[in-house]
C-alpha cells in the first residue's frame, strides 16, 4: 500500500536523523571528557581531596590528642565550648560533649571545633608549601613563585620581572625620570641613531 511505504520511509528517516544526533551528542561529549587538561583536573581534584583527608588526619588524630593533654584543656579540641544559653535539662555539672549541650537545645560557641579547622587548614597550607619545595627540589622547576606589588598599579606581579603585565611600565624605575634626563639613545635598539638624526 502506497500509504503504508510512504508511512514508513517517513519512520525510517527519523529514526536514522536521531541516531544521527544521538551518536553526534555521543561523539560531542567523549571529546569534551576525554581531553588531557580535563582529565589533569580530575585526577589532580581527586589526589588533591585525597591529600586534604591525610593531612586532616593527621592534624585532628595525632596532633590535636597531644596538644589536648595540657592542664588547661584537659579534653579533646573539638569538645571545647562555652554555653551562652542553657537547655531544660541542664544541670549544675553542665553539658559533658557538644552533642549532649546541642541534643538539649542549648545555645553554644563551639570555639574547639573552629580552632580545630583552623589548625587544619595551617596544616594543609604548610604540608603543601614543604611539598611543593621538595618538588623543586628534585625536578628544578620553579612552582613556587614569589610575587611583588607593582609601584604604580598595585598589582601582584613576579618579583623577576622587568614590566608589569597589568599596566606596563617598567620596574627599573624609568619610569619616574624625567624625560629630559633620558639620553636620545635610550630606548632604541642597540643604542642606533634616532629618526631624526638618520633623516639628516
Known sequence: MRGLDENTDVLVRTGQKAQEQVRHAWDG???????????EVALGLIIANAFTKVVTS????MVLPIVSLLPFLNRNMDQKFAVLSKGPNFSSEGYNTLHQAREDGALVLAYGAFIETLVNFFGVSLTLYAAGHLYMFFFHTKIIKPTVRCPYCKQFISEMALR?????TWQDGREDEPKSNRSPHEGLPDGGPSLVEASS
Open 29 to 39: 561529549f567523549v571529546n569534551f571528557a576525554a581531553r588531557d587538561n580535563v582529565l
Open 58 to 61: 593527621f592534624v585532628s588524630d
Open 164 to 168: 608589569c603585565r597589568h599596566c606596563s
